[in-house]
């Protein structure tokens, strides 16, 4: 069973903290899904991770491709997970669900912490996951480095 680790983004925008976690989750040697709510949006992620450092390559594709299924980081607006992660980062939003915290090894949901929307979105999020009996973790950058704030 995983758990859900909530990352409350105050100083860092997403473009730059995503790849740090990417990093770590594929250290792991995961198999990551990055689910958004736009496509638009995930096509921007998409540039931004190509126009990442050289030393730093994330390998990884928007689906619909034909490698899908192959693809290490998959960057997708849908709930199917054709590149079977074993971590899911949920940007913008976008829905988790129980059932995936629980069968997955970890669930990382990135949202914006000078947006007040979006962080009611993710109080929304952690009540209805905790309350369903899944692990959660929050953590903040707000003092500068990350901490663990809350967990459940």
Known sequence: ???AYFYHLTRHPLQET?????QKARGAGWRIAVR????????????????GSADSFLAHGLAGGPHDALQPILLT?????????ECLMTVDGAVVTPE????????????????????QQARGQWKSLTGAGCSAQYWSEESGRWEKKAEA
């Open 100 to 119: 995936e915290v629980q069968a997955l090894e970890r669930v990382c949901i990135l949202f914006d912490g000078t947006d007040p929307d979006a962080v």
């Open 1 to 3: 069973m995983g758990a």
């Open 77 to 85: 607006t849908t709930a199917e997970s054709a590149n079977a992660p």
């Open 36 to 51: 958004g709510t736009m496509a638009d949006r995930m096509s921007w992620l998409d540039d931004c991770l190509w126009q």
């Open 18 to 22: 995503l790849p740090v976690l990417l």
